[in-house]
C-alpha cells in the first residue's frame, strides 16, 4: 500500500535531550512537510523541503533541524533549544506544486502523527 | 495568504446533511479554498477543494458564492465517524503551503 508513514506513535524524552521523528513515505512525492499542533489549535509549519537536499524554514523552526537526504525520508530532530516540544507532531507529502504550478496536483498526505511528551 | 473565519462547532443529526460555512473575504483570484478534516488525534485528510465552480466528489460537495467571499462544505448524510474537526483553508495556486486556523468541530449527534 502507497501511504505516508511516522515512527514511534508516542514518545517521551527527558527535558534537554533531542530526539527525531521519523518519516517516510512512499508515494513519490517530491515535497514534504512537518507541522506542529498544539491542543485546540491548528496546524503549524516548522518546515518543508521541495526536493531532495534543499529544505527550507516554515513559521515556527526556531529549536528544529531536518534533513532531506531521500526522497522517501524527511526527519525531524527536535533540539534542546526547542522551548515548549510537547506536542502532536505531523509529517506530509505531496507533489511539488512550484513545478506544475498547477493547484490540482498538490493534495497534501498526512501522516498519523507522533505525539511527543517531554517530561 | 487569505484569511478564513469559519464558527467554533456546529452539532448535527445522524443521516442529515452537515453545511459547514467559511468566510475568505480577502480570497484572491489565484486562490483555491481547500477543505480539510481531522478525527481526533490522526493526521488531516484531504476532503475537497474549488477555485469558483461547484465541485463534488464522494466525500462531499462545495459551493462557493459567486464572489467567492465565502463557501460551504456540504456532507449530504453525515454518520457518526464524521464527527470531527473541519478546516477551510485558502492556497495560493503558486505554492503548496497550508495555513490551518482553528476549524469547525462537527459532532454528530445519534
Known amino acids: 500500500d502507497g501511504g505516508i508513514t511516522q515512527s514511534p506513535k508516542y514518545l517521551f524524552r527527558k527535558e534537554g535531550q533531542n530526539v527525531t521523528l521519523s518519516c517516510e513515505q512512499n508515494?513519490?512525492?517530491?515535497?514534504m512537510y512537518w507541522y506542529r499542533q498544539d491542543p485546540g489549535q491548528g496546524l503549524r509549519l516548522i518546515y518543508y523541503?521541495?526536493?531532495?537536499?534543499?529544505?527550507q524554514k516554515g513559521d515556527i523552526a526556531e529549536g528544529y533541524s531536518v534533513s532531506r537526504e531521500k526522497k522517501e525520508s524527511f526527519p525531524l530532530t527536535v533540539t534542546s533549544a526547542q522551548k515548549n516540544p510537547t506536542a502532536f507532531y505531523l509529517c506530509?507529502?505531496?507533489?511539488?506544486?512550484?513545478?506544475?504550478?498547477?493547484?490540482?496536483?498538490?493534495?497534501?498526505?498526512f501522516g498519523p502523527g507522533t505525539r511527543l511528551t517531554v517530561l | 495568504d487569505a484569511k478564513t473565519t469559519q464558527p467554533p462547532s456546529m452539532d448535527c443529526a445522524e443521516g442529515r446533511a452537515a453545511n459547514l460555512p467559511c468566510n475568505h473575504s480577502?480570497?484572491?483570484?489565484?486562490?483555491?479554498v481547500y477543505w480539510y478534516r481531522q478525527i481526533h488525534s490522526q493526521g488531516p485528510q484531504y476532503i475537497i477543494h474549488g477555485l469558483k465552480n461547484n465541485e463534488t466528489n464522494e466525500m462531499a460537495s462545495l459551493i462557493i458564492t459567486e464572489d467567492r467571499k465565502s463557501s460551504t462544505l456540504i456532507l449530504p448524510h453525515a454518520t457518526l465517524r464524521d464527527t470531527a474537526v473541519y478546516y477551510c483553508?485558502?492556497?495560493?495556486?503558486?505554492?503548496?503551503?497550508?495555513?490551518f486556523g482553528t476549524g469547525t468541530l462537527l459532532a454528530v449527534q445519534p
Open positions: 483553508i485558502v492556497k495560493s495556486g503558486a505554492t503548496n503551503k497550508l495555513i
Open positions: 508515494l513519490n512525492h517530491d515535497a
Open positions: 523541503s521541495q526536493i531532495v537536499n534543499d529544505f
Open positions: 480577502t480570497i484572491s483570484g489565484n486562490e483555491y
Open positions: 506530509a507529502s505531496s507533489f511539488d506544486s512550484l513545478a506544475s504550478r498547477d493547484a490540482d496536483v498538490n493534495e497534501q498526505f
